[in-house]
Each structure stands twice: as C-alpha cells, then as structure tokens.
C-alpha cells in the first residue's frame, strides 16, 4: 500500500457512498473505509468530493477579465469580431502574460486542474503570444496543467508562412495544432487540412480545430478531418471545436457523421453558448465520440460572458440542451471532467487510487445538484496541495502533508 501523508475525512464520494480519502505523494492512495492511523486529519464534514475539472476550450491570451469594462463593439459576424479584437489589441496593448494571470487564478479557485487554451500565432504577431503563455504556464505549473494549441486564427493557406509559424510554435512548446474554418476562411479545405496535419505528424502531436462551418459544408470538413486522423494514424489525437454542422443537418446525417467521428477517434469539444447550434451531446456520446466541454471566450472582444466556472458552464450547457434527469447531469458533469480526462489519456485518474489528487470539494447532496447549484468551492486540491479555499484562490499554497 501507498503512504498516506493525510486523509481526507467524512467525504461524501460522487457514487453517493461515503468514506474516507488517503492522499500520498500528491495522489490518491486509498479510498473508502480507510483508516486515519496517525496521518493528519482533514474533516470534511459530509461535503462532496468532486475530480477537479478542466475547461477544454479557452483562449487565456483574449481574456479581459479583471480589468476596465469593454462594452462589446464587433458586429454580427465572424470576420467583424476578429478585425475588432484586432484593433482593439493594438489600443489596449494589454501584456499576455498577466492577462492570462488573472483568468487561471479565477479558474483555479473554481476547482479547475486541467485547460486547453488556443494561443493566437500568425505572420504578423509570430510567437509572441504563445511565448507569454508559455511564462504564464510555467509560473502556475503547480496549480493547473495547460495544454497549449497552436491557433491560426486568421487562416493558414490564405496567409502564406502560417505554416512555418505553427512548426515554430510546437517546437516552442505549444502542445496542439491549431485550424480554422479550412473552407470559409481559407477557401481550401484541403490545403489547410493536409498543411497543419503534416506539421502535427511530424512532431507527434495532436490537433484541435474550430469548426464554425454550417451544414453540409462543416460536415464535409468534418469528413475531412477524419478522413485524415485515420491516413495519419492520429486517432484520439483530434479535436473538433464547436462543430455546430453536427445540429444544422438531418438527424440522419448529424448521425452518420457521429459514427465517422467515434471511427477515426476524433472528439468534440463544446461551449453550449446561445446564439450558436448545440450539436447533439446525447446521440454523439451514444455513437461513442468522446464530448467534453470549454468556456470559449471569457469577457474579451469577443463575448461579454463568462465566469471561468466549469460547474456553472456545465450548467448552462445542460440548461442549453434541456437536460433534465440525473444521468443527463450526470453525462453533462463528464464532459466537464472524466471525458477530457480519457481524451487526454489521463489513466488512472479521479477519485481513484493511484490517480493524481486534483480534487474539489462543495456543499451539494450529489453530483448533478452540484451542476445545477453550482456552489462556492470549500477547498481545491491540486496534486495533494490546497491551492484554493472558500472560493479564494491561495497565493502560498499549502500543503496538508507538511
Ligand atoms: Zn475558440
């Protein structure tokens, strides 16, 4: 058996059963009927222990959260918001760094352990983006893992070099390719997709590319992109962004594509925001692709929403989709956690033995009251260490182990 430096006690566990938690080295070492002995003590007093979440689609170099109030000022479209962010970067000149500062320390008090953000990279801009990201994550390496993609926002065929800068930005330490709209923003499916699978292939790399394409057109890209997960053996290696096509075709073809997705491994990640097609979560899951869930945009150019919770994005994803009943909530709760766990290969992981101890602790009788309440995080434990209490994130962490 594991050593157990503390336990966690009178935990309330997501199946309903109720016990004890032995942490270890910074993991799960036993759960259940475990006894203290003489390791230290923390009383949970019956509150629910919940696996830390991860926010699988932000944009951490976009984010204003925190600072002066921006009323939204891009029109309706996508090219509007793009040319606005533009411009408005240029006036704010904001630094990266502390931006992205701001918003994972906002995340991190909300129980989150894992993200997945896009970085901005093209001709213009190059790497200088993705290199404050990568200051901002080495700084908050103990807090929160972050997978960095690689985004090229503003087209890769149409912008020619983009492809060197995507090449650059993986050996930089970006973690994922980036895409974007192959047909509607670079009129050239193939050329983009062929172009950033090859810069993924070479490195061993994974890819996740925003897919806003409607209908017949974002199936056919989707088509595409499985078409070459399977050529290039990147199977569970290949993200859909949005892909609001999958619910703006017949059931039929939404189905059908579902099925092509499960075959070439390629998952969905998903925001749920209004205004925007929810693909359907229920029937992708039932076809076996995995679904997990992101933020997207957090009070930047873009949108004036967003908080940094993933229970409350959780909850408004179900609300979105009318989820009712407790495995509804419940299949809402794994997009925000164990889904992008097995996305990411994380094994073991949770509330299991063995896995890293990345936990979170709220007052709720079961997990989907925990979705639709939403309540404040009573402690959040990252690898075994306290990195949050009483919805505060910690500047000094602390370490129950001693
Ligand atoms: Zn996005």
Redesign the pocket.
């Known amino acids: 058996m594991s050593r157990t430096d503390y336990v966690l006690a009178n935990a309330l566990l997501p199946d309903g059963s109720k016990g004890n938690i032995a942490i270890g080295e910074g993991r799960i070492a036993d759960i259940g009927d475990v006894a203290n002995g003489e390791a230290r003590r923390i009383d949970l007093g019956g509150a629910l222990v919940l696996p830390g979440f991860t926010d699988g ?1 932000m ?1 951490l170099d976009k984010t204003l959260i925190g600072r002066k109030w921006l009323p939204y000022q891009a029109g309706p479209t996508r090219w509007s918001r793009i040319e606005t962010e533009k411009t408005t970067e240029k006036r704010l000149n904001l630094p990266v760094e502390e931006r992205a500062a701001t918003l994972i320390e906002i995340c991190v008090a909300f129980g989150t352990s894992h993200m997945r953000t ?1 970085i901005d990279v093209d001709t213009d801009i190059r790497l200088t983006r993705l290199e404050s990201m990568l200051r901002a994550r080495e700084r908050y390496r103990d807090r929160v893992d972050i997978q960095i993609v690689a985004f090229p926002q503003s087209g890769v065929v149409s912008r020619p070099g983009t492809l060197d800068v995507l090449d650059e930005a993986i050996r930089a330490g970006a973690d994922l390719v980036g895409g974007m709209d192959p047909l509607v923003v670079d009129h050239d499916a193939v050329g983009q997709l062929d172009g950033i699978f090859d810069v993924a292939e070479r490195h061993g790399v994974g890819i996740d590319i ?1 897919l806003h394409e409607p209908g017949e057109a974002g199936i056919h890209s989707i088509e595409r992109i499985c078409e070459r997960a399977e050529s290039h053996g990147m199977q569970g290696k290949v993200t859909v ?1 949005h892909g609001f096509s999958l619910a703006m075709v017949s059931e039929r073809k939404s189905d059908e594509t579902a099925e092509r997705m499960a075959r070439a491994g390629v998952s969905l990640v998903t925001h749920g925001a209004g205004g925007f097609y929810l693909p359907p979560i229920l029937r992708l899951r039932a076809a076996g692709v995995e679904v997990f869930a992101g933020n ?2 957090i009070r930047d150019t873009w949108s004036p929403y967003g908080s940094g919770d993933m229970l409350e994005r959780a909850m408004l994803i179900g609300w979105r989709a009318d989820f009712r009943r407790d495995e509804d909530l419940m299949a809402v709760f794994d997009m925000v956690t164990a889904a992008a766990a097995r996305v990411r290969g994380d094994s073991p992981w949770g509330l299991a033995p063995g896995a890293p101890a990345d936990l979170c602790v709220v007052d709720a009788q079961c997990v989907p009251e925990a979705v639709v309440a939403h309540p404040p995080r009573k402690l959040v434990l990252k690898n075994g260490r306290i990195v949050a209490r009483d919805g505060a994130y910690l500047k000094a962490i602390e370490d129950p182990a001693g």
């Open positions: 689609h944009h896009h925003h962004s997207d945009d």
